[in-house]
């Protein structure tokens, strides 16, 4: 059994390891590795929220703001998609970054 379960804005991973007979996972989308564990899916799952406060907390104890999840995603596109994409954006009056978003949003809506 593989999920992924949410919290204040981070994603985790739940995964089974059945010949460990433990549940484990990372947080998802960070630089930093955050990895958690627990005996049964609802422990792994507790843990996981307790490893999200401690990350965020670590941040705020230093004054600096935790990174968003999936912020420095490293998108790679054809050039001729990213001037499709600005030259939309340009006509449209607004940010390409809406363009994408919109796109990816349709993309993802229509797959589910």
Same mark, same amino acid.
């Given at each position: 059994?593989? %999920? %992924?379960? +949410?919290?204040? @804005?981070?994603? @985790?991973?739940?995964? /089974?390891?059945?010949?460990? $007979? #433990?549940? $484990?996972?990372?947080? !998802?989308?960070?630089?930093?590795?955050?990895?958690? /564990? @627990?005996? %049964?899916?609802?422990?792994?799952?507790?843990?996981?929220?307790?490893?999200?406060?401690?990350?965020? +907390?670590?941040?705020?104890?230093? @004054?600096?703001?935790?990174?968003?999840?999936?912020?420095?995603?490293?998108? /790679?596109?054809? /050039?001729?998609?990213?001037?499709?994409?600005? !030259?939309?954006?340009? !006509?449209? $009056?607004?940010?390409?970054?809406?363009? #994408?978003?919109? %796109? #990816? +949003?349709?993309?993802?809506?229509?797959?589910?």
């Amino acid at each position: 059994m593989n %999920t %992924t379960v +949410s919290y204040r @804005g981070y994603d @985790g991973s739940i995964i /089974h390891a059945p010949e460990d $007979h #433990l549940y $484990h996972g990372r947080i !998802l989308g960070i630089r930093d590795m955050v990895i958690y /564990h @627990g005996d %049964t899916v609802e422990e792994a799952e507790t843990i996981f929220r307790k490893a999200v406060d401690e990350y965020i +907390s670590d941040f705020e104890k230093d @004054g600096k703001e935790p990174p968003k999840p999936f912020a420095s995603l490293p998108v /790679h596109m054809p /050039h001729e998609l990213q001037v499709r994409a600005a !030259l939309f954006a340009q !006509l449209n $009056h607004v940010e390409v970054e809406s363009v #994408l978003d919109m %796109t #990816l +949003s349709q993309f993802f809506n229509q797959a589910a």
